[in-house]
């Protein structure tokens, strides 16, 4: 059964960091692109980066120099680290495999302005 489970979020204020993690299960995790996602209230859910296979990144142009994803093969996890947060950037945060539907719990992350 493929499992992600998140943690990392919180309240934090306007230019403040956070560092998100991901721990994932049921699946073969190197074989796969991994990717964060978040979804604010009343909107829908966004892509906010990928990490593929070869450790090639991309992330969405609003949060463009100001997060990075990484993984680590060897603990099945996923990272996001968040820094110059902005109240814009307010929402849930979820990862999952690139395109994938299985959706965990995420974890909450807010800034206050």
């Known amino acids: 059964q493929v499992q992600f489970v998140e943690s990392g979020g919180g309240l934090v204020q306007a230019g403040g960091s956070l560092r998100l993690s991901c721990v994932a299960s049921?699946?073969?995790?190197?074989?796969?692109?991994m990717a964060w996602y978040r979804q604010a209230p009343g909107k829908q859910r966004e892509f906010v980066a990928t990490i593929f296979r070869g450790y090639n990144t991309d992330v969405a142009d609003s949060v463009k120099g100001r997060f990075t994803i990484s993984r680590d093969n060897a603990k099945n996890t996923l990272y996001l680290q968040m820094n110059t947060l902005k109240p814009e950037d307010t929402a849930m945060y979820y990862c999952?495999?690139?395109?994938?539907?299985?959706w965990g719990q995420g974890t909450q992350v807010t800034v206050s302005s």
């Open positions: 049921g699946i073969f995790f190197s074989d796969y692109a």
């Open positions: 999952n495999v690139f395109g994938g539907t299985n």
